[in-house]
């Protein structure tokens, strides 16, 4: 079989968690990952044949271990925590690597870090908070904290629902749904939808990251400007 193409992608993760409760953070056991995803398009039976398999871990976990100790020292538990025994709290870090080759010749490799700082209260009520700076976290902190405050006030008896635009602010994980799935998988399957509008002609997607800039799967650089649907875009 002839191949046109053929692009190797290995990604190293560990990651390491720990959980606020009873007054004191408690370190749980780091895990690493990692994985191998080649591709390659075979022209004479217009396909991509695709292999994906788990490698042993390579990676020493304890750069992110310390980095995790080093961030609980930041947080301040006894005013940005909350100490509420009816409420746990957890921050991960998830620290990754990514390698990347082509048989065009491209080849490099970056890594990242991602925070994610969660609560859940026993009422069901709970939220998420990302950030790639480690500085943000005792800020994040603080807002977890009086977002769970509000979250037991009572709620209004008469609410008015505004009418015409308005603004909808997407839980990072959800709107990673909306734009990477829904969006981008319809813009790539063209021949599958065309002539389909996606959503209404006015709903535009503004994208507020936390970097100033990131990379694509195939490392292209990319300025995090404001995205927008045009109104007119149908596929």
Request: proline share 7%; net charge negative.
């Amino acid at each position: 079989m002839v191949e046109a193409f053929r692009e190797r992608r290995v990604d190293r993760s560990v990651t390491c968690k720990a959980v606020f409760a009873n007054g004191r953070w408690s370190l749980g056991e780091p895990e690493a990952r990692r994985s191998q995803h080649d591709r390659s398009y075979a022209p004479a039976h217009s396909q991509w044949n695709v292999d994906q398999v788990d490698l042993s871990p390579d990676q020493d976990p304890d750069k992110a271990v310390t980095k995790l100790s080093q961030a609980l020292t930041t947080l301040d538990t006894h005013h940005g925590v909350p100490c509420s025994p009816d409420m746990l709290m957890q921050l991960s870090l998830l620290s990754a690597t990514r390698n990347y080759c082509n048989s065009e010749g491209t080849n490099f490799s970056f890594g990242f870090d991602q925070w994610e700082l969660s609560a859940a209260h026993v009422s069901g009520y709970s939220l998420r908070r990302l950030t790639h700076q480690p500085e943000a976290l005792p800020e994040l902190t603080e807002q977890t904290n009086t977002l769970f405050q509000q979250s037991t006030e009572p709620a209004p008896q008469n609410v008015a629902l505004p009418h015409g635009d308005i603004p909808v602010l997407l839980d990072p994980l959800i709107a990673g749904v909306l734009v990477h799935e829904l969006i981008g998988h319809a813009l790539e399957e063209q021949d599958l939808v065309a002539g389909q509008r996606l959503f209404p002609a006015r709903t535009r997607v503004v994208a507020v990251p936390w970097l100033a800039r990131d990379r694509d799967d195939d490392g292209t650089a990319v300025e995090h400007n404001t995205a927008k649907l045009r109104p007119e875009r149908a596929i």
